[in-house]
């Protein structure tokens, strides 16, 4: 039985642990998957690498990017832009790759309009005190910041009944969040 290449959106509110499971679903190395990088003119955090966590761009490049309609789809979130470069998308779907591609809940809503065939699974947090003690842990956001991260995540986590798959980001169990992920696109890919 072959199987088919999937678009896979990886979504939840700020804090719940997107980058985490991401990395490490890079780490166990799957070989028909391509994890796509996503462009932002963000700040990068301390031992994030440009071209492998993000490609940090100046607003000017990432302009740039949206006039030439280089992006999938790109937002405004926080302050800061970010974007999907469709090229990546587009070349591995053609070479057999699953793609996986992190984005915050309104860009997976983007995504599944111009791609209607992409699978959507939301993150939630275990609750939103855990959620909270995320954002602190992270130590980059103040606690204004915090607040209004908190108060979207309280509009977003409802909207998770419009994706296909939603997965709780249990404490302590990445790998068991992960093998969830990767059952979901096992089984999916197959069909």
Same mark, same amino acid.
């Given at each position: 039985?072959?199987?088919?290449?999937?678009?896979?959106?990886?979504?939840?509110?700020?804090?719940?642990?997107?980058?985490?499971?991401?990395?490490?679903?890079?780490?166990?190395?799957?070989?028909?998957?391509?994890?796509?990088?996503?462009?932002?003119?963000?700040?990068?955090?301390?031992?994030?690498?440009?071209?492998?966590?993000?490609?940090?761009?100046?607003?000017?490049?990432?302009?740039?990017?949206?006039?030439?309609?280089?992006?999938?789809?790109?937002?405004?979130?926080?302050?800061?832009?970010?974007?999907?470069?469709?090229?990546?998308?587009?070349?591995?779907?053609?070479?057999?790759?699953?793609?996986?591609?992190?984005?915050?809940?309104?860009?997976?809503?983007?995504?599944?309009?111009?791609?209607?065939?992409?699978?959507?699974?939301?993150?939630?947090?275990?609750?939103?005190?855990?959620?909270?003690?995320?954002?602190?842990?992270?130590?980059?956001?103040?606690?204004? =910041?915090? #607040? /209004?991260?908190?108060? *979207?995540? @309280?509009?977003?986590?409802?909207?998770? &009944?419009?994706? =296909?798959? #939603? /997965?709780?980001?249990? *404490?302590? @169990?990445?790998?068991?969040?992960?093998? &969830?992920?990767?059952?979901?696109?096992?089984?999916?890919?197959?069909?």
């Amino acid at each position: 039985m072959s199987k088919k290449s999937l678009l896979v959106v990886i979504s939840g509110p700020s804090g719940v642990g997107k980058d985490v499971i991401i990395e490490e679903m890079i780490n166990q190395n799957p070989s028909d998957y391509h994890f796509t990088i996503t462009a932002t003119t963000r700040k990068s955090r301390v031992n994030e690498l440009d071209g492998v966590n993000h490609y940090f761009l100046s607003v000017k490049e990432f302009t740039l990017m949206i006039d030439n309609d280089e992006l999938l789809e790109w937002a405004k979130v926080y302050g800061n832009y970010y974007g999907v470069p469709k090229k990546q998308v587009t070349n591995a779907l053609r070479d057999g790759n699953h793609v996986i591609i992190r984005v915050d809940v309104q860009g997976a809503k983007r995504i599944k309009t111009v791609m209607p065939e992409a699978l959507l699974i939301f993150i939630h947090p275990p609750n939103l005190d855990i959620l909270k003690n995320h954002l602190i842990r992270r130590g980059v956001n103040s606690d204004k =910041d915090i #607040s /209004i991260r908190l108060a *979207e995540a @309280k509009k977003e986590i409802p909207q998770s &009944k419009t994706f =296909d798959y #939603s /997965i709780i980001n249990e *404490e302590n @169990k990445l790998n068991e969040t992960v093998e &969830k992920i990767y059952k979901i696109i096992s089984t999916k890919s197959q069909n």
